[in-house]
């Protein structure tokens, strides 16, 4: 009987790493093309609706206004309790009202929760959504209405609810459900943290009430270009498009039809550029312009795999390379996926080549961007590593060394790796992280370069959350698996001290905010209202 069970978990297995590797191979394919660099995006054939000169409303008061027959259920003004805790300060919604959404002003000294609470009586069901701004070092908290409607399940509000991008430390864009007589109404607002008010921009789509297209609206990835008069949304009905806010225009970067399986629009409003991947480790990676919309495909004449990024500065793009496109080059689970690339083309932010770093075809080794580009060195971190296999039959990358690219001759340095750094200068510091196994969240190199004396040291705390503050000589670490954040130094990485332990929280999700001062932001789910705490790091190191 266990041999029978044995056999036929085999056969499972590799019926199971057959499917992976199929799809594997239908993610990845469907463009080798080689032929045009520039896309020609389609003008839409439905413009949008451009409320040019609209005055600021409040979304109750219209919503009166707009359906005199509807039954209007009053929610109170959104309240919150406020208590210090240790090393910071918890604010508890009342009302059962719940977070649906944070975003980080682009100055991180506030941040912007979506806060939702419904109402249901007597077979009606009202929705409304405040923008809740708060400044942990001033200690407030600002509420206001910026979404009302009646008739819809709070997942479909929540669905078609989002901060679109912000148009400075003040105003941003967000999309938000509206009842106008018999039609639902997607409408764009603008929102003055400010003066607190809402004021209409254009109006994306109308539906008649009772059309299930609404419900199947995703609204994704978006950005407000940065002279302000452009609008860029992927959602699951348009496609990626590029709307002008003057005339309502809109330009289809990519189609519905084109949107992969599990594809990627990275978007950084600071370098002006977005980029966006229809599935992995694809050659017609779009770049998109986003004050002109212009579109081209910059990465088509590459014959291989690759992997597109952009610097943490927003100076640079990149895309890590293999010389074809074997199923060997890369591994994925069903949330991940890594390639084993060959080498590392640099390009400006339009896509245009800089310089190229690679290890030959028939090399054992691979090469990989390693984190980090320095503007004033003119020199990138390179990562060289092998593919090997662990106890459990799975692929991971081993580092074999680190290097630095020099950006104007193409000279790769071999660093060498020491135990313990000693009389470092900030001056000369670099911080570079990889990731190395798909099937491992924490799984990740970090090291500290010191660029002078061509030296590296590994970082004992390998996680995905690294807040870098060189100014201050100070980086923070967020361990989820420990649940503590620790404090490190680029001049003493090897010091390291635990300086906040948040097991007790047991939070329901990883997402961190980090804002300036220090200031550390996570939100807690309750039933009759969420908790969001903030919690100020302090960065001295022993």
Same mark, same amino acid.
């Given at each position: 009987?266990?041999?029978?069970?044995?056999?036929?978990?085999?056969?499972?297995?590799?019926?199971?790493?057959?499917?992976?590797?199929?799809?594997?191979?239908?993610?990845?394919?469907?463009?080798?093309?080689?032929?045009?660099?520039?896309?020609?995006?389609?003008?839409?054939?439905?413009?949008?609706?451009?409320?040019?000169?609209?005055?600021?409303?409040?979304?109750?008061?219209?919503?009166?206004?707009?359906?005199?027959?509807?039954?209007?259920?009053?929610?109170?003004?959104?309240?919150?309790?406020?208590?210090?805790?240790?090393?910071?300060?918890?604010?508890?919604?009342?009302?059962?009202?719940?977070?649906?959404?944070?975003?980080?002003?682009?100055?991180?000294?506030?941040?912007?929760?979506?806060?939702?609470?419904?109402?249901?009586?007597?077979?009606?069901?009202?929705?409304?959504?405040?923008?809740?701004?708060?400044?942990?070092?001033?200690?407030?908290?600002?509420?206001?209405?910026?979404?009302?409607?009646?008739?819809?399940?709070?997942?479909?509000?929540?669905?078609?609810?989002?901060?679109?991008?912000?148009?400075?430390?003040?105003?941003?864009?967000?999309?938000?459900?509206?009842?106008?007589?018999?039609?639902?109404?997607?409408?764009?607002?603008?929102?003055?943290?400010?003066?607190?008010?809402?004021?209409?921009?254009?109006?994306?789509?109308?539906?008649?009430?009772?059309?299930?297209?609404?419900?199947?609206?995703?609204?994704?990835?978006?950005?407000?270009?940065?002279?302000?008069?452009?609008?860029?949304?992927?959602?699951?009905?348009?496609?990626?498009?590029?709307?002008?806010?003057?005339? #309502?225009? &809109?330009?289809?970067? =990519?189609?519905?039809?084109?949107?992969? %399986? *599990?594809?990627?629009?990275?978007? /950084?409003? +600071? !370098? #002006?550029? &977005?980029?966006?991947? =229809?599935?992995?480790?694809?050659?017609? %990676? *779009?770049?998109?312009?986003?004050? /002109?919309? +212009? !579109?081209?495909?910059?990465?088509?004449?590459?014959?291989?795999?690759?992997?597109?990024?952009?610097?943490?500065?927003?100076?640079?793009?990149?895309?890590?390379?293999?010389?074809?496109?074997?199923?060997?080059?890369?591994?994925?689970?069903?949330?991940?996926?890594?390639?084993?690339?060959?080498?590392?083309?640099?390009?400006?932010?339009?896509?245009?080549?800089?310089?190229?770093?690679?290890?030959?075809?028939?090399?054992?080794?691979?090469?990989?961007?390693?984190?980090?580009?320095?503007?004033?060195?003119?020199?990138?971190?390179?990562?060289?590593?092998?593919?090997?296999?662990?106890?459990?039959?799975?692929?991971?990358?081993?580092?074999?060394?680190?290097?630095?690219?020099?950006?104007?001759?193409?000279?790769?340095?071999?660093?060498?790796?020491?135990?313990?750094?000693?009389?470092?200068?900030?001056?000369?510091?670099?911080?570079?992280?990889?990731?190395?196994?798909?099937?491992?969240?924490?799984?990740?190199?970090?090291?500290?370069?010191?660029?002078?004396?061509?030296?590296?040291?590994?970082?004992?705390?390998?996680?995905?959350?690294?807040?870098?503050?060189?100014?201050?000589?100070?980086?923070?670490?967020?361990?989820?698996?420990?649940?503590?954040?620790?404090?490190?130094?680029?001049?003493?990485?090897?010091?390291?001290?635990?300086?906040?332990?948040?097991?007790?929280?047991?939070?329901?999700?990883?997402?961190?905010?980090?804002?300036?001062?220090?200031?550390?932001?996570?939100?807690?789910?309750?039933?009759?209202?969420?908790?969001?705490?903030?919690?100020?790091?302090?960065?001295?190191?022993?």
């Amino acid at each position: 009987m266990i041999r029978n069970i044995s056999v036929y978990l085999w056969y499972l297995f590799g019926f199971s790493l057959s499917l992976l590797l199929f799809l594997g191979l239908y993610l990845i394919s469907g463009s080798s093309t080689t032929t045009g660099s520039a896309m020609r995006p389609e003008n839409a054939a439905d413009m949008v609706t451009i409320l040019t000169g609209a005055q600021s409303y409040h979304v109750i008061d219209a919503f009166k206004v707009e359906n005199a027959t509807a039954p209007v259920y009053e929610f109170p003004a959104l309240a919150a309790s406020k208590s210090k805790i240790t090393k910071g300060t918890l604010f508890t919604l009342k009302d059962k009202a719940h977070v649906v959404e944070q975003y980080g002003v682009p100055d991180h000294n506030k941040i912007v929760y979506f806060v939702m609470r419904t109402e249901e009586q007597d077979g009606g069901v009202w929705n409304q959504t405040d923008a809740v701004t708060i400044d942990p070092k001033m200690q407030t908290m600002q509420s206001d209405p910026i979404g009302y409607s009646y008739g819809s399940s709070p997942e479909e509000v929540a669905q078609v609810t989002k901060l679109l991008g912000f148009v400075n430390n003040d105003e941003f864009l967000y999309i938000t459900l509206k009842n106008e007589g018999s039609e639902r109404v997607l409408r764009v607002n603008r929102f003055s943290v400010a003066k607190r008010t809402v004021t209409p921009v254009l109006d994306l789509y109308r539906f008649k009430d009772g059309d299930g297209a609404l419900s199947s609206i995703t609204i994704a990835e978006s950005a407000v270009s940065p002279d302000g008069r452009r609008l860029l949304v992927k959602d699951s009905r348009k496609g990626i498009v590029s709307y002008d806010m003057n005339t #309502g225009a &809109a330009k289809v970067i =990519a189609p519905p039809a084109e949107l992969g %399986v *599990r594809d990627k629009l990275f978007v /950084s409003r +600071e !370098a #002006g550029v &977005a980029l966006y991947e =229809a599935g992995l480790f694809r050659n017609d %990676v *779009r770049w998109i312009d986003l004050n /002109s919309s +212009e !579109a081209k495909l910059p990465f088509a004449s590459e014959t291989g795999l690759l992997e597109a990024g952009m610097d943490a500065s927003r100076k640079l793009l990149y895309y890590n390379f293999t010389y074809d496109r074997e199923v060997r080059n890369f591994s994925l689970n069903d949330k991940k996926a890594m390639l084993y690339s060959y080498g590392v083309q640099m390009t400006d932010l339009k896509g245009v080549p800089i310089q190229r770093f690679s290890l030959p075809k028939e090399s054992q080794e691979r090469l990989e961007y390693g984190g980090c580009y320095s503007e004033d060195k003119k020199i990138v971190l390179l990562h060289r590593f092998t593919v090997e296999t662990n106890s459990k039959g799975m692929p991971y990358k081993k580092t074999t060394g680190w290097l630095t690219g020099d950006l104007a001759t193409g000279t790769m340095t071999v660093l060498q790796k020491i135990d313990v750094p000693d009389s470092w200068e900030r001056k000369d510091m670099l911080f570079g992280s990889v990731f190395t196994d798909v099937n491992n969240d924490t799984a990740a190199e970090q090291v500290f370069v010191n660029t002078l004396e061509r030296t590296y040291y590994t970082s004992r705390w390998r996680t995905k959350e690294a807040v870098l503050l060189p100014e201050e000589d100070a980086i923070m670490f967020a361990d989820e698996t420990s649940k503590r954040i620790f404090v490190s130094s680029f001049t003493r990485p090897d010091l390291i001290v635990a300086v906040n332990n948040y097991k007790k929280y047991n939070w329901d999700n990883r997402d961190f905010v980090w804002l300036s001062g220090h200031w550390l932001s996570r939100y807690h789910t309750q039933p009759e209202g969420d908790k969001i705490y903030f919690f100020q790091i302090p960065t001295e190191t022993s």
